[in-house]
């Protein structure tokens, strides 16, 4: 997972796990290991939600207990929150999913 999480072939640790920003290769250009039939489908936006769900409810929530709570804030603080927290850990969670599915050994049950 944590070669995953680095964006790494999760065998080798050295081949790129992605061709651009989340299209995943088909097999690992240091080892050759088959990694494109690891689909993460619906676990990622899932996971991603909810990651940053938490940070902006605890970012509301440190911003109305310390009465900075007016609706300017709220607009310069967390919509540019809700940008770029998603747009920075996509890569690395679509990563460590698809380490865990290779640590799992799971395969899709289509080319069974």
């Known amino acids: 997972m944590r070669n995953g999480l680095l964006c790494r072939c999760p065998r080798c640790g050295k081949g790129d796990l992605f061709v ?53 804030i709220y607009l310069a603080v967390l919509v540019p929150l809700s940008v770029v927290v ?12 698809i380490g865990v599915l290779w640590a799992r050994k799971v395969s899709n049950e289509l080319e069974r």
């Open 86 to 97: 998603p747009l920075a850990i996509i890569r690395p969670v679509k990563g460590g999913l």
């Open 20 to 72: 651009g920003f989340l299209r995943q290769v088909e097999n690992c250009s240091n080892c050759g290991e088959r990694l494109g039939h690891l689909n993460v489908g619906l676990l990622l936006p899932f996971a991603v939600i909810m990651m940053v769900g938490h940070v902006i409810i605890f970012v509301m929530l440190d911003m109305e207990l310390n009465e900075r709570a007016s609706p300017l």
